[in-house]
């Protein structure tokens, strides 16, 4: 499973449609101070379910929304795409059979999140579900941002914990546990 493409628009400073493309398995992404690597990032995991926007290094969700510049008006909406390659199979279940899998995330200034799988609407948990056990979430290891090494060695057990069971494909079937204790 590899990250194809990402689709940005009306995204903090993505305002026109801009897609970013990862061709091979290793990429980087470089330029100067300021002109939005982080923003990158901050799109995956927005997609992803994100739902602290202090994690987004924003104080409030609709921050994630181009909110203007000097010579150029703020917009009422902010939607990214990412594309995944499926072909190996990496995310299982009901969507193990497609070869690409797309997943949208969409948000109106002053209203909720939308989601979408594949082009249908789903819900935050219909994407939550499809990545755990993968590595990919909004809280998993797959990215791994400034100070997050030295966090994890620091880490008490009990939270090292949660990653070696991410890691170990244990997560998911924990949180269907959960679910079905709590009915
Ligand atoms: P560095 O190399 O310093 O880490 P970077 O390339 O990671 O920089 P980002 O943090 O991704 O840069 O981008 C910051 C830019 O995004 C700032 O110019 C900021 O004004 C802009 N930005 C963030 N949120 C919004 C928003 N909602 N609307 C418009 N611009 C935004
Ligand atoms: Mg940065």
Redesign the pocket.
């Known amino acids: 499973m590899r990250l194809k493409t990402i689709q940005l628009a009306g995204?903090?400073?993505f305002?026109d449609p801009t897609t970013v493309s990862f061709p091979s398995n290793m990429s980087a992404v470089v330029?100067?101070?300021?002109?939005?690597?982080?923003?990158?990032?901050?799109a995956v995991r927005w997609v992803m379910g994100e739902s602290s926007a202090k994690t987004l290094?924003?104080e409030s969700m609709s921050?994630?929304?181009?909110?203007?510049?000097t010579n150029r008006q703020?917009v009422g909406q902010a939607s990214i795409e990412l594309v995944f390659d499926n072909s190996d199979g990496g995310i299982g279940g009901a969507y193990g059979a497609y070869a690409e899998i797309s997943v949208r995330r969409q948000v109106i200034r002053e209203g909720g999140s939308d989601y979408f799988l594949n082009g249908s609407k789903c819900r935050r948990r219909d994407i939550t579900d499809l990545f755990l056990g993968t590595g990919l979430g909004p809280r998993s290891y797959a990215i791994i941002e400034q100070g997050m090494i030295s966090r994890l060695i620091e880490s008490k057990p009990e939270e090292l914990r949660v990653f070696i069971e991410e890691a170990a494909g244990i997560s998911k079937y924990k949180e269907r546990r959960r679910e079905t204790e709590n009915r």
């Open positions: 995204f903090k400073s305002v330029g100067p101070n300021g002109c939005g690597k982080s923003n990158v990032i901050d290094r924003g921050d994630v929304i181009f909110n203007g510049t703020p």
